[in-house]
């Protein structure tokens, strides 16, 4: 399967007609003026080692060579390692619920540490599969839209908490609502929705949202993690309680999670601390397909232009050889002329050391894939000894060495290709990376600045954007925690003042007969309009109101 790394190049081969037409239309210009000297015949005469066709050959030799040429600089890469697939694709959204009754730790070591490494797991069995994560708690986002890049999607798993949603509970009819407007356009292919909660649904019509996905075609599988007996929730060091200050536990509803996977075609699978879990999944995953036709799938792809270069430098030789005089003594014949064997050999120079740093980078790729993220950073790195603008390189070099948890020196070569990357598409991703390791170090201004820029220049990154909002919202929230604390802090200083002017002045604190009874009847009055305010607001219509937060 012969396919072309810089496709783009190809716009280039529009100029071979255009040349084609202005070869032709001067051949007949010249005919014209031919015809003003005299009878064609009579000067083909006189004009004996004047060639009808040499001159033909010689312009269609140049001309093949400059088509070949353009062809070179799209990189024509051919498969060279073949793997034959007998499942079709399918399409899984994975909706991870991350309440707060999430951080139980009744499954080791504890339930959503043990739903991402579920998900992990199940990425790593997918080959042509294409997933989606969807984190929902009282409400829903999509962490990740529908793809096949698996890379991304473990990176994105690696950041889902609960502190990523505020509004807690838990709305299991939402994620499926929002799952579904997540798949492609796709037909005929097999589509699931994989639901990870412990059942404690607050606000109901899941199984009908169950029920409407399966009539779509989509079956919905719920995953059932934590313990029926119950765990409490640990946060901040002590165990979450509820309004009347008892201390919750979080129990596994497996009655419910049975029917809304019933209602939605799919199976009701227990996760607990063995693969057995993950196992059933595969097995019933492995059934929505569509087909079993073996298709032959190309994973590697070696570098074909050298041969393309090679055709280029002989019909160069072989035009350089065809005089356009006819010349009957083979001692004329001027056949190699130093200056076109200099320009021969520099261009098979050039094309010996363009050839290297290639080789080092598509080494790198497999020591990468195959996560040697240090073997990979050591070929990079020989790729810019070769090459020092190799913008491909630079990107690649900061990925391994993000790789190795090596952040700083990261983001310096990403920085660097995305200053000196002239595609743009290219350049976003590295400045989306960038983005994305500031906001995971809490450096929201900059991931700002950084997902702006990746959105100059590829508008249409949805996933971009969507960082973008969720960065901007935890700027928010984090310059509204900081001016909570500052608060904090005035009012304790103030207290302490407070009471510290009192136990030095201790007449202070006596209260005359008539300021207790002035400060008694405020505090009646004040219990009264707050009433009142309770009742009006009772009685307006409200749209929800989440009695747990967990």
Request: charged share 25%; net charge positive.
């Amino acid at each position: 399967m012969l396919r072309f790394e810089d496709p783009i190049y190809l716009w280039a081969l529009l100029i071979v007609p255009i040349l084609l037409l202005i070869r032709f239309l001067g051949w007949r210009s010249r005919k014209a003026k031919l015809k003003k000297f005299g009878d064609p015949e009579l000067l083909k005469e006189l004009m004996p080692d004047v060639s009808k066709y040499r001159p033909t050959v010689k312009f269609f030799l140049a001309l093949t060579a400059l088509a070949l040429l353009i062809v070179v600089l799209a990189r024509p890469q051919m498969g060279s390692k073949i793997s034959n697939e007998k499942r079709e694709g399918i399409e899984t959204i994975i909706a991870v619920d991350i309440s707060n009754s999430m951080y139980a730790q009744d499954v080791a070591p504890s339930r959503i540490d043990k739903a991402k490494m579920l998900i992990e797991d199940l990425v790593d069995n997918f080959s042509n599969d294409k997933v989606g994560l969807v984190v929902f708690a009282g409400e829903s986002y999509i962490q990740l839209p529908i793809t096949s890049d698996y890379v991304s999607a473990k990176m994105f798993l690696h950041d889902i908490d609960p502190s990523l949603i505020q509004t807690q509970g838990t709305d299991i009819a939402g994620a499926i609502n929002l799952s579904m407007k997540s798949f492609t356009k796709q037909q005929n292919v097999g589509k699931a929705i994989i639901v990870i909660t412990d059942g404690e649904d607050h606000e109901g019509g899941a199984e009908q949202a169950a029920a409407n996905a399966h009539k779509q075609g989509v079956n919905v599988f719920i995953m059932g993690i934590g313990d029926t007996k119950g765990s409490p929730i640990p946060m901040d060091g002590e165990y979450l309680k509820d309004n009347s200050g008892n201390v919750v536990m979080s129990r596994l509803n497996e009655d419910m999670c049975r029917k809304i996977a019933s209602a939605g075609s799919g199976k009701y699978i227990h996760v607990d601390n063995t693969s057995e879990a993950e196992e059933i999944l595969n097995a019933d995953l492995a059934k929505l397909q569509k087909g079993d036709a073996s298709s032959v799938v190309y994973s590697e792809y070696a570098e074909k232009f050298q041969t393309f270069g090679i055709l280029v430098v002989l019909l160069l030789i072989i035009e350089v050889c065809i005089m356009e005089a006819k010349n009957s003594r083979m001692k004329d014949l001027h056949i190699f002329k130093r200056a076109s064997l200099l320009i021969a050999l520099f261009m098979m120079v050039g094309l010996a050391n363009a050839q290297s740093d290639r080789d080092y980078i598509r080494q790198g790729n497999r020591n990468y894939n195959a996560e040697n993220f240090a073997q990979a950073e050591t070929s990079y790195r020989k790729a810019l000894s070769k090459n020092p603008g190799n913008t491909q390189a630079m990107y690649n070099l900061g990925m391994s060495l993000l790789g190795q948890q090596k952040v700083q020196e990261a983001a310096k070569y990403l920085e660097q290709a995305g200053k000196e990357e002239p595609n743009k598409l290219r350049k976003a991703k590295s400045y989306h990376n960038l983005g994305w390791m500031c906001q995971k170090m809490r450096d929201y201004n900059n991931a700002i600045n950084y997902y702006k820029m990746a959105l100059r220049n590829n508008p249409s990154d949805e996933q971009t954007r969507y960082n973008l909002a969720l960065c901007q919202h935890q700027k928010k929230n984090q310059r509204d925690d900081k001016k909570d604390k500052k608060d904090d802090k005035k009012k304790k200083k103030k207290k302490e003042e407070k009471e510290q002017e009192q136990n030095q002045n201790p007449d202070k604190n006596k209260m005359s007969k008539d300021n207790a009874e002035q400060l008694l009847n405020a505090a009646v009055q004040n219990e009264k309009n707050a009433k009142q305010k309770i009742r009006k607001h009772m009685a307006a219509p409200r749209s929800r109101n989440l009695s747990k937060n967990w």
